[in-house]
């Protein structure tokens, strides 16, 4: 039996985290008292910011796979997916945004840049889900 290419369980694995976030998303957080919203509040950035990882760790193979690019920076990785017309323009600064937003909560801890980064939490799951699209045509391709 063959086995899935590293590039191949890339996808699947950006796909389930991807299918969760958007599931977590999904949930009506007036449901729940405070403690419980805070909670699930924080589950939701958790696999935010997991889904930035695993979309520019699937844009850097994707590189080396297909292109044999090294890029090593999720900012540069996008930008190599865009330059190779991979990713739209808007794409690439919506791509651009989100590892900002994962920046800014992995650096330092503010509760009102907490909350604005969560309100922005649909936009981003738009955004990487655009990207899963995108790339993935360009790998049917």
């Known amino acids: 039996m063959e086995q899935p290419s590293g590039l191949s369980l890339a996808f699947n694995d950006y796909d389930r985290a991807l299918t969760s976030f958007a599931r977590a998303l999904q949930k009506d957080l007036s ?8 909670l699930l509040k924080n589950g939701q950035i958790q696999k935010f910011e997991y889904c930035c990882e695993l979309a520019w760790k699937l844009g850097k193979r994707y590189l080396e796979t ?14 190599e997916l865009f330059l190779n017309n991979i990713l739209s323009e808007t794409s690439f600064q919506a791509l651009r945004d989100t590892i900002l937003d994962r920046n800014l909560l992995s650096h330092v801890y503010k509760e009102t840049l907490f909350a604005t980064i969560h309100e922005k939490l649909p936009a981003h ?12 045509q360009k790998g049917d391709d």
Request: no cysteine; proline share 3%; glycine share 2%.
């Open 31 to 38: 449901l729940y008292d405070e403690e419980t919203q805070d």
């Open 125 to 136: 799951l738009n955004t990487l889900q655009q990207y899963q699209q995108e790339i993935t």
């Open 66 to 79: 297909e292109l044999a690019i090294l890029q090593v920076s999720p900012i540069g990785v996008y930008r």
